[in-house]
């Protein structure tokens, strides 16, 4: 996935009220941009990070400007979750995932059950598979590690996902991972333990999960390999 237009360059101040940062561009200027990311941003979110930002012509827009990635050291990051999902799909049509190759159709956003949807539906023949995709950017000692933060709605949709399957249809939980310095992806059982017990339930009532990772730059963004995950 390449930019549509060059993103601008900049420097994290700090991120806040956790939709916003704010950043200083390069002659100094100070702006508060939106910050598309639900989690704690835990390992991507240092003051004095070099920063990457997209710029929006929708005037009805209170911010511009558009969090996109993030340098750790030497590893840039993807923080937009949104991106997450585009670059799922944009692989899938282009065969990346090797389980999911030629799909028949791909439907966004589906509704699933009274208040719930799920990201993707895809076809295949008479297979009805759901995805639920996740963005992980967090990493630490060559593990990528998700949630972040607490997420009763991602426990939510792997219960969804159980229910489905019971139902006869084929579920998945995809985790992105937005970052090329893990070798491996496991639940942060310490920050949620009620997630990671549930995401080892839904694998055993048979939720597949599939985690990918993408190489990050401010030039482009890819998924490029599937990654191992364990539970421990």
Sequence with gaps: ???????QAATLIRRYKRFLALVALPDGTEITVHC????????????????????????????????????????????????ANQLVVEAIKEGI????????????????????????LLTKGNRHIFVEIKSCSWS?????LFP?????????????????????????IFF????????????ASHIDPRYAEALQQ????GVAILVYQAQVSPQEICIVRPLPFSFH
Aim: proline letters at 6%; charged letters at 25%.
């Design 1 to 7: 996935m390449t930019p549509r237009s060059p993103l």
């Design 202 to 205: 839904a694998h055993q009532q």
């Design 97 to 120: 995932i090797a389980e999911l190759k030629e799909m028949d159709t791909i439907r966004t956003e589906v509704k699933t059950s009274s208040g719930s949807r799920l990201d993707l």
């Design 176 to 187: 992105c991972v937005l970052r090329l310095d893990a070798e491996r992806f496991r639940p």
């Design 148 to 172: 972040d933060a607490v997420t009763t709605r991602g426990t939510r949709h792997l219960h969804e996902l159980v229910t489905l399957v019971n139902q006869g249809h084929e579920g998945i």
């Design 36 to 83: 598309p990311n639900s989690g704690a941003m835990r390992g991507c979110s240092t003051p004095g990070s070099p920063v990457f930002l997209s710029r929006s012509d929708n005037p009805r827009r209170k911010t511009a400007y558009t969090l996109e990635i993030i340098q750790e050291g030497s590893t840039w990051i993807g923080v937009n979750a949104v991106r």
């Design 140 to 144: 630490e000692n060559g593990q990528a």
